[in-house]
């Protein structure tokens, strides 16, 4: 640890797991599997109150009350930074650092791109172009949601086992780039391959870059890593896409006729100075991908399991679809109306929860309203899975309960609080505040609609029938099982 466990701020907070100077480390490995376990432990123990855990570098301080996960999201940039979490925390993985440079474990400055983090003009990107344009581009989502499924699970009067993860990853990639950077590279071979495997190779490239000195950190990307030799293979695809584009828009002005409406358009125009170059596009794309498809797809594996270890579910979520489909056909505003599939997937998320959210590095000492102070240096965190589990917030909180927010949404006043997009104290999977992820508009819309088509069209089961494959804590997720079957047949009408 580079913080001495002895400090004394640090030294008053209560630690899970062993607190000496070496033996923490023991903590810390234990930690990298049994995340969940160590952060319930915790907040059984001390619950209300900050307790402290040993990750490799520094230590991690959860906190848990209402009151004081409120401080940590009113906290300033300049006291609690996001970067932290791109550096240890799995799950946000896709948290692409912001002001600080602090994203050691991933040496973010070689992996992802300095500007990644420097200049994070994607994120307005996203809260603005990509949200505004979910329904106008709805029609297209759609399309390539019906394509994707056809081509990777068969529409069969048979029972087909089907690799659960796999086939979530290729149609969530195949989706998600039909917005990013259109038809038909979404669902070209090598570009799937690209942005599936990009991420293990920032992640695990990352990890050994950012064990050397930072002057060799450039050098060792290009000889320990494959990452330089990726961002060039999503040249070869996007360098002859975005010539084209540039030659339209410097024949025919900024908004030429046909101009394609996508991720890679909005980029293009929002990108100043060097961001324009072929690979700094490139790698924003790349970044953006990082971002989205694994979360997305360990959401929506997640809710496969547990529909399918569930199969009495089918029918309330098909019937709401069909009436819905029937009357008004296929839009952003059907999917608005489809309640029960909204809280199904938001009951997913409440239910296989990572263990922290809203983790932030202390870029000064920071003290809550408790008197606890967090030196600098130091991860903070709220703790998602034992909030999410506590039956002061949710009745029968133990048991999964997929119709829990359509109930809630019916009280006065309450509808849009307890939908799949809204975050607040009690429900993290998106974090909370000025930081809540900017893509959960467009990942709701993308999960709702392929449950939506699911139900519709498939029946599903286990082979071993209501028993869901055991999920894994890697690093702070809940990892679905990522070799597991589902069995798909065509629904009986
Ligand atoms: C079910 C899917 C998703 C989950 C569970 C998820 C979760 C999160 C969480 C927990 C954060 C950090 C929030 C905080 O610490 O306060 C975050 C940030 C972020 N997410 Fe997502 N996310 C998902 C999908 C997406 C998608 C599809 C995109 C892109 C289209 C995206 C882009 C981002 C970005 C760019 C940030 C950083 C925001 C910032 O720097 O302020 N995410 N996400």
Known sequence: MTQKPDLPSLDKIPTIGPDGMLTSYLGAFRYFTSS????????????????????????????????????????????????????????????????????????????LGR??????????????????????????THDEIVRAFDETIPLTGDWTKVCAYDAASQIVCRVANRMFVGA??????????????????????????????????????????NINAQVRRGMRHLVPVI??????????????DNKPNDMLSWLMDAARGDEKSMQNITRRILVLNFAAIFTTTMSFTHALFSLAAMPHYIKPLREEVEVIINNEG????????????????????????????MVRLTLKDFTFSDGTVIPKGTFVGAAQCPIHHDEENYVNAGVFD????????????????????ATDPVYLPFGHGRHACPGRHFAANLLKGLLAH????????????????????????????????????ERRF
């Not at 209402?66 to 791109?86: F, I, N, P, Y």
């Not at 990107?125 to 297209?140: C, D, K, S």
């Not at 570009?191 to 060792?220: C, E, H, M, Y």
Request: aromatic share 10%; glycine share 4%.
């Open 330 to 357: 296929w839009s952003k505003a059907s999917l608005d109306k489809m309640q029960k599939v909204d809280s199904f997937l938001r009951e997913s998320q409440r239910y296989n929860t990572s263990a922290i959210s």
């Open 184 to 225: 038909p590279l979404c669902k070209d071979p090598d570009w799937l391959a690209l942005n599936l495997s990009f991420s293990k190779d920032v992640v695990l490239g990352g990890r050994t870059v950012s064990l050397l000195p930072r002057f060799l950190q450039p050098i060792a990307v290009s000889l320990l890593t």
């Open 402 to 421: 997929g119709f829990r927010f359509v109930n809630k949404r019916m009280s006065e006043g309450e509808n849009a609080k307890h939908q799949l997009v």
């Open 115 to 140: 500007n990644s983090h420097t200049n994070p003009y994607h994120v307005s990107v996203l809260r603005n172009q990509l949200n505004r344009n979910l329904a106008v581009l709805f029609p297209q």
């Open 36 to 111: 969940g376990p160590m952060v319930q432990e915790g907040y059984d123990k001390f619950k209300g109150a900050p307790f402290k855990l040993p990750r490799f570098k520094r230590w991690l301080v959860v906190v848990s009350s209402h009151k004081l996960v409120e401080e940590l999201r009113k906290a300033g940039d300049d006291e609690l930074s996001l970067t932290a979490a791109v550096a240890e925390v799995r799950k946000h993985w896709h948290s692409i650092g912001r002001e600080s440079n602090e994203n050691q474990d991933l040496a973010a400055d070689y992996t």
């Open 454 to 489: 699911l139900v519709l069209n498939y029946d599903v089961k286990l082979e071993n029938e209501g028993v869901r494959p055991t999920n894994m804590w890697i690093d702070g997720s809940l990892v679905p099982n990522q070799t597991a079957e589902v069995m798909f047949k």
């Open 243 to 256: 010539q084209d584009r540039q030659q339209h828009i410097d024949e025919y002005g900024q908004d030429w």
